[in-house]
């Protein structure tokens, strides 16, 4: 546990700051999502490394569209 605090510790401050909120986040969620997560993770690690790339790539372009796209997007997928 020390390790990992130390760790922790020389990480950048805006990596220290993703990580917090990503935990804030992770506290938050149900048991179901955070096991639906984990099963996404699980897969994440058994991709071919270009099919990781292209996967990383369309998950930028998602964090450059502005809320409203999104909520867009999403509305158009539930239909």
Same mark, same amino acid.
């Given at each position: 546990m020390e390790e990992r605090y130390r760790q922790f510790q020389?990480? !950048?401050p805006d990596q220290r700051e993703q990580?917090? &909120? &990503?935990?804030e986040e992770w506290n938050r969620m149900s048991p179901g999502e955070r096991d639906r997560y984990e099963q996404r993770y699980r897969q #994440?690690?058994?991709? !071919? !490394? +270009? +099919? %990781?790339?292209?996967m990383e /790539?369309?998950?930028?372009? #998602? /964090? %450059?569209?502005? !809320?409203? +796209? &999104?909520d867009?997007? %999403?509305r158009r997928f539930r239909d």
């Amino acid at each position: 546990m020390e390790e990992r605090y130390r760790q922790f510790q020389q990480l !950048p401050p805006d990596q220290r700051e993703q990580l917090r &909120r &990503r935990y804030e986040e992770w506290n938050r969620m149900s048991p179901g999502e955070r096991d639906r997560y984990e099963q996404r993770y699980r897969q #994440w690690q058994q991709m !071919p !490394p +270009e +099919e %990781r790339r292209r996967m990383e /790539d369309q998950l930028q372009r #998602w /964090d %450059r569209l502005s !809320p409203h +796209e &999104r909520d867009s997007i %999403r509305r158009r997928f539930r239909d």
